[in-house]
């Protein structure tokens, strides 16, 4: 990566380490952190890192369902547990608010300009639009200043058994979630592997591996035991493409290599594509 440096001191006077790297379409993107001791090359890597994994989490809930459960047993959250104090986040909320309202105010009292040549009219004009929009500032100031001094006489976490009967709230069963999440990795990384075999034959991005092997999943398929020679044949129909075709026999030509016993019993997997 073509990476470059300098420090950078914020609006309230704090110093970070600006990082750019340079695309070779020309464009950058900036980094900043606290990290002062990590290398260039860590720091770049750990947010391109990041992104991949928000990536993951988006295919995962697209593909995988991951914010869905099988099922939606609740159990009781302990009562010394600490929670966001509902009447700090509701005092929170209206002072964001009212910040955002008065920073609209402020740009447009900046806005405001006279001409060149301003008549007297437009002057007074002028200075009425100004002053409203002063004394609008002001008063907003006063109710953030109120609602700032209210926040910081709530406590901001209380205890679960603190809370109102109707703030109340259970949380999904961990064990049991812990346990769908962990079957969905382990697909994913199944699907990952198949993925990569494909990647090859096809010569193409790996969006359109993972494309391919999600209809390998959903094609339908003949179940052919053979008893006689332990084996189990998985037979995929024809897909609608003959690249795609080719590019499977690869990927089955791998799994048949691998000499892969159903579980549970004697008979070895052979995956092909149609008749042949």
């Not at 004009?125 to 001094?149: A, H, N, P, V």
């Not at 709230?169 to 079957?183: G, P």
């Not at 129909?237 to 290599?257: C, G, S, Y």
């Not at 691998?258 to 052979?270: A, D, E, K, M, S």
């Amino acid at each position: 990566m073509k990476l470059a440096e300098r420090g950078t001191q914020l609006s309230n006077k704090m110093w970070v380490r600006e990082i750019r790297k340079l695309s070779d379409q020309g464009h950058q993107t900036a980094i900043l952190t606290t990290n002062f001791q990590a290398g260039l090359m860590t720091v770049a890597a750990s947010l391109f890192a990041r992104w991949c994994q928000e990536n993951f989490f988006r295919y995962m809930r697209e593909h995988y369902g991951l914010d869905r459960l099988l099922e939606y047993g609740t159990e009781p959250i302990p009562d010394a547990v600490p929670v966001v104090n509902p009447e700090w986040r509701k005092l929170d909320s209206q002072i964001r608010s009212k910040a955002g309202q008065r920073h609209r105010w402020a740009a447009q009292f900046g806005s405001l300009a006279l001409s060149e040549d301003p008549g007297p009219a437009e002057v007074e004009t002028f200075q009425q639009r100004k002053g409203e929009l002063q004394e609008q500032i002001e008063s907003l100031d006063i109710e953030i200043e109120k609602l700032k001094q209210a926040r910081k006489d709530t406590a901001h976490h209380i205890a679960v058994k603190s809370l109102p009967e109707e703030d109340r709230f259970t949380r999904l069963r961990t064990e049991r979630k812990h346990f769908i999440d962990t079957i969905k990795m382990i697909a994913y990384r199944a699907e990952t592997s198949l993925a990569a075999l494909l990647r090859e034959p096809l010569a193409r991005a790996s969006d359109d591996a993972r494309a391919l092997v999600r209809q390998i999943f959903e094609i339908a398929a003949d179940l052919i035991p053979d008893y006689a020679a332990n084996t189990l044949t998985v037979r995929l129909h024809h897909f609608t493409q003959a690249a795609h075709d080719q590019a499977i026999e690869k990927l089955l030509a791998e799994l048949n290599a691998t000499q892969t016993i159903f579980p549970g019993t004697r008979l070895r997997l052979i995956f092909k594509i149609g008749s042949s």
